[in-house]
């Protein structure tokens, strides 16, 4: 049995939109299934969490954005329940870095069809993440975006990453750097003059295409770890429009480690947002749980 959780408020209404779409393509394929709908990722967690007590389930997939998928993954961690997940939010995160089409259809596809995999989590304090966790710098833009007016106006125009580049600038003017010590697999600690950011990832790409750690796997058993440190905010500016390709990483304020597990202390507290949701605040440890979640993907 498949379980449909539908967040119909994701995208500007896109989440419904697409739901009224695929119906009728399940029925027309008599595939069994059950749904619920829900306008926001509370609701979307108690659907799931209810539907899971009820009967057995062969996957659970998501239509909405990285917020609804955020919140239903610590039930599936572990459970034996697939996720799937077919993109309607703004950013879409999960399906761009599991290579999942955004076409409603083909998204549906792999959903019914795709490849079984078991993929690695950010455990971070007791709570999975699925792709990415994100300190100081970058966390603090996603808060700007998401306590925007302009984000809703972007998505509607189709341009969501604009929205992401004023936040940046916005941000930009405000934060300040500071030194930044981490631990990483009980070594020894490593300390940053001047850090700006932290990516703790599990795939390649967050921020809306950012391709923060070009060399990640979802399913290696490691983190790959991104620190911009030690440099102005004109050098900040030249950094982000090298992370669209991924060629930041020569940069010589960048620092890239691949670990098992990582503890970050700042001297200032520095906000975290995992899977583009606000999170924690430093200090903290996050380490992978490897093989944790079964999804469904090309």
Not at 3 to 28: H, M, S, T, Y
Not at 236 to 256: A, D, E, Q, R, Y
């Amino acid at each position: 049995m498949y379980f449909f959780v539908i967040n119909e408020r994701a995208g500007n209404g896109k989440g419904g939109r697409v739901w009224a779409k695929l119906e009728p393509v399940l029925q027309a394929r008599r595939i069994p299934y059950r749904y619920a709908l829900t306008n926001n990722a509370a609701q979307a967690q108690r659907s799931v969490q209810e539907a899971m007590a009820a009967e057995e389930l062969q996957a659970v997939a998501v239509i909405g954005g990285d917020g609804t998928i955020h919140s239903i993954v610590p039930l599936l961690a572990a459970s034996g329940v697939a996720l799937a997940v077919i993109p309607a939010g703004s950013g879409n995160d999960t399906a761009r870095g599991f290579g999942i089409p955004r076409q409603p259809l083909a998204a549906l596809d792999v959903a019914l069809s795709g490849r079984c995999r078991d993929i690695d989590l950010i455990n971070v304090g007791g709570e999975p993440t699925l792709t990415a966790l994100a300190v100081g710098f970058d966390a603090e833009i996603a808060e700007a975006v998401n306590d925007s007016s302009y984000k809703k106006w972007c998505n509607r125009l189709g341009i969501g990453r604009v929205a992401y580049i004023i936040g940046l600038l916005q941000t930009l003017f405000r934060y300040q750097p500071a030194r930044l010590e981490i631990e990483v697999d009980g070594g020894p600690t490593k300390t940053f003059e001047q850090a700006w950011l932290v990516a703790i990832t599990n795939v390649t790409t967050y921020g809306g295409g950012l391709m923060i750690c070009p060399q990640a796997a979802t399913d290696d058993g490691l983190l790959d770890i991104c620190v911009v440190h030690s440099c102005t905010k004109w050098n900040l500016l030249h950094f982000f429009p090298k992370v669209l390709s991924g060629s930041h990483t020569s940069l010589p304020f960048v620092t890239m480690l691949r670990v098992r597990a990582i503890k970050v202390r700042s001297e200032i507290v520095r906000l975290a947002y995992g899977d583009g949701e606000k999170s924690t605040v430093t200090p903290l440890h996050a380490e992978v749980m490897a093989g944790a979640l079964h999804m469904m993907t090309t």
